[in-house]
């Protein structure tokens, strides 16, 4: 298969500072989009994934997987979107697509495994996949989006993961004008969680441990903030929400939450991956009905009702904008949580 050279930002070790290095894209096949990116969205995977925390990283790696930019070239069978418009690509860009999973819009839970945006089996080129932190991207059309025209598209970036993580399960569990939804932590995710639970109608609790957070949650659109460290208030909102989102990323004791939880409720991890501990109380789950779930990302039709919902209601992530250059100094600030909510870069800075 032909291939192009293409500048992108990798790392070529799991100790290594990310740098500028050359990577192939394959040329347009008859149902690609090729992509000139725009902007790209920083996510804590990126950073895991490029250092191996998780294990499994092949290097080169080109991390970046909330991607926007414009169409500059499709292949002859491609009917989905046209040279000049906008598009965007997300955590996924294949699926095997004859899976049940797939075949319900599912691709994130394909039994055969997605193709993850980096760092996932290229079938086209035998190598792994390269992520958005590139001037182009080849992607097939079933896995590109379309993007609302209304909205800054440098803050839709952090939509392609931030966003859809905290959609998917704001949708699986039907939140809507009548629900209470509580949010446990103020991040990435959780900001885009208050914003989309709140687009939805929902009465939106921020949990947090640092009172310090309590005006800007408001500001996001939370109706009330209530400090978990703080017994008194726990208990205050003992047995009242639908639906918690916990976007914490470290171990952390989910049994208070699940205190909060009403007859029916769920919460709901997307930030953590690994044991609970201390151990999960089944007392509280079994005589109240209440369950603990995991949600990761969403399928491609889900992603683009968020984009559509979030280009109707005006939503969008609150970002801070870098320079591909001043990634690894991003990456130790994220580790400090230090960014309010989501680093974009601006892919125009690799051209220089």
């Given at each position: 298969?032909?291939?192009?050279?293409t500048?992108a930002?990798?790392a070529?070790a799991?100790?290594a500072?990310?740098?500028?290095?050359?990577?192939e894209?394959r040329q347009v096949?008859p149902?690609?989009?090729?992509?000139?990116?725009?902007?790209c969205?920083?996510?804590?995977?990126?950073?895991?994934t490029?250092?191996?925390d998780?294990?499994?990283?092949i290097?080169?790696?080109?991390?970046?997987?909330?991607?926007?930019?414009r169409?500059?070239?499709?292949?002859?069978e491609?009917?989905k979107?046209?040279?000049?418009?906008?598009?965007a690509?997300?955590?996924?860009?294949?699926?095997?697509?004859e899976?049940d999973?797939?075949?319900?819009?599912?691709?994130?839970y394909c039994?055969?495994?997605?193709?993850?945006?980096?760092?996932?089996p290229?079938?086209?080129?035998?190598?792994?996949?390269?992520?958005g932190?590139?001037?182009?991207?080849v992607?097939?059309?079933?896995?590109?989006?379309?993007?609302?025209?209304?909205?800054?598209?440098?803050?839709?970036?952090?939509?392609l993961?931030?966003?859809?993580?905290?959609?998917?399960?704001l949708?699986?569990w039907k939140?809507?004008?009548?629900?209470?939804?509580?949010?446990?932590?103020?991040?990435?995710?959780?900001h885009m969680?208050?914003?989309?639970a709140?687009?939805?109608?929902?009465?939106?609790?921020?949990?947090s441990r640092?009172?310090?957070?309590?005006?800007?949650?408001?500001?996001?659109g939370a109706?009330a903030?209530v400090i978990s460290?703080?017994a008194?208030?726990?208990?205050?909102?003992?047995?009242?929400f639908?639906?918690?989102i916990?976007?914490?990323?470290?171990?952390?004791?989910?049994?208070p939450?699940?205190a909060t939880?009403?007859?029916?409720?769920?919460?709901?991890?997307?930030?953590?991956?690994?044991d609970?501990?201390?151990?999960?109380?089944s007392?509280?789950m079994?005589?109240?009905?209440?369950?603990v779930?995991g949600?990761?990302i969403?399928?491609i039709?889900?992603?683009?009702?968020?984009?559509?919902?979030?280009g109707?209601?005006?939503?969008v992530s609150e970002i801070?904008?870098?320079?591909?250059?001043?990634?690894?100094?991003?990456?130790?600030r994220?580790?400090?949580s230090?960014?309010?909510?989501?680093?974009?870069?601006d892919?125009?800075s690799?051209?220089?």
């Amino acid at each position: 298969m032909e291939t192009k050279n293409t500048k992108a930002f990798g790392a070529a070790a799991a100790d290594a500072s990310l740098k500028e290095m050359h990577i192939e894209r394959r040329q347009v096949t008859p149902k690609d989009i090729e992509i000139e990116i725009l902007y790209c969205g920083v996510c804590h995977s990126d950073l895991h994934t490029a250092r191996n925390d998780w294990g499994g990283t092949i290097y080169p790696v080109v991390p970046g997987h909330e991607i926007v930019g414009r169409v500059t070239k499709v292949g002859n069978e491609v009917t989905k979107l046209k040279v000049g418009d906008l598009a965007a690509v997300g955590c996924l860009v294949d699926s095997c697509r004859e899976c049940d999973s797939c075949q319900h819009d599912l691709e994130q839970y394909c039994l055969n495994g997605f193709t993850g945006t980096y760092n996932g089996p290229d079938k086209h080129l035998g190598l792994q996949t390269y992520g958005g932190y590139s001037e182009k991207v080849v992607v097939d059309e079933h896995f590109v989006l379309k993007v609302p025209t209304n909205l800054n598209l440098a803050a839709v970036a952090p939509l392609l993961c931030a966003g859809i993580t905290t959609w998917s399960p704001l949708r699986h569990w039907k939140v809507g004008k009548n629900s209470k939804v509580a949010v446990v932590g103020l991040g990435g995710l959780g900001h885009m969680a208050i914003k989309l639970a709140k687009g939805l109608g929902a009465e939106v609790t921020l949990f947090s441990r640092t009172p310090g957070k309590s005006q800007d949650a408001k500001e996001l659109g939370a109706d009330a903030v209530v400090i978990s460290t703080d017994a008194e208030q726990m208990k205050s909102v003992k047995g009242k929400f639908d639906l918690i989102i916990d976007t914490v990323p470290y171990v952390h004791d989910i049994n208070p939450y699940v205190a909060t939880l009403n007859i029916n409720g769920t919460h709901v991890l997307v930030g953590y991956l690994g044991d609970l501990n201390p151990m999960l109380n089944s007392v509280p789950m079994i005589l109240g009905r209440k369950s603990v779930a995991g949600s990761v990302i969403g399928g491609i039709a889900e992603t683009q009702e968020m984009l559509d919902f979030c280009g109707k209601h005006n939503i969008v992530s609150e970002i801070e904008m870098i320079k591909m250059q001043d990634i690894n100094t991003a990456y130790e600030r994220m580790l400090k949580s230090d960014v309010r909510y989501r680093f974009v870069i601006d892919m125009a800075s690799l051209k220089k």
